[in-house]
């Protein structure tokens, strides 16, 4: 028996031509969808890679100020440059600050709240946020070290520096000081009767004075010495009796 063979490929093209119009491309509707998140994970991803890049700057910065607060001396003052790094560093950790907050509106526009890869991204923020906080403490620190090596370096100074110490003659005062005319007067007096009181004392070391008294005039009953009675006796020095005034002889 011959078997008919009907040939219906032409029914078979009208059918895939109905079957297009009326079914969605899901492999392009798929594709899309796959697209969009690989582009809104990419996005995350390279927004979370630039803060990380960013805290690297900032720990660097804190470093460097660590270095800086421990020196010490008047030659050799590092103050206008921790002033320079401290600008640095707060411009930096703000805007950091903000790129995290930017991190955090992507991953909340990307991904639906309670999936997982929300919650991952929720992580990565969160470590983000720590590691800003961790900065700041340091920075904090090093700062307060500065000024305990300042109030060390001032303690030695004054201890150490000649320059500190009073001068032992004070240069602003008189060489002597007047005193008023009532002590003038009780000075004087005092050194009048220190006076009178030494005489004293001198005179009574000495002993007592003997007083002399003035001796009455010798009568010689007619006898007068005679200044060359030695030499008209022989060296008699004896006295020569007067001849009697009327006498015979």
Known sequence: LKSKMIDRTAEF??????FQRTTPDSDQTDFSVSSEGTRSKSKFWNAALAISLGFKGTEKLIVQLEKLVQRTGTHNDPTE????????????????????????????????????????????????????Q????????ALEKRTLVMKEQNKRHKLYSHSKRPPRVNLDSPLFS???????????????????????????NKGPTILKAASPPVSTGGFLPSSDAGASTGGGGGLRQRAPRGGGG
Request: hydrophobic fraction near 30%.
């Open 13 to 18: 093209h009208s059918a895939v031509k109905v």
């Open 81 to 132: 440059e921790i002033s320079e790094v401290a600008s640095y560093f707060k411009k930096d950790l703000d805007d950091l600050t903000a790129e995290i907050k930017g991190l955090e509106n992507i991953a909340a526009q990307s991904t639906a709240r309670g999936s997982q890869r929300f919650r991952h991204y929720t992580f990565v923020v969160e470590v983000l946020k720590s590691l800003a």
């Open 134 to 141: 961790e900065h700041t403490k340091k920075f904090q620190t």
């Open 178 to 204: 007047i005193p008023p005319p009532s002590s003038q007067k009780s000075v004087t007096s005092s050194q009048k009767s220190a006076t009178s009181g030494g005489e004293g004392q001198r005179a009574s």
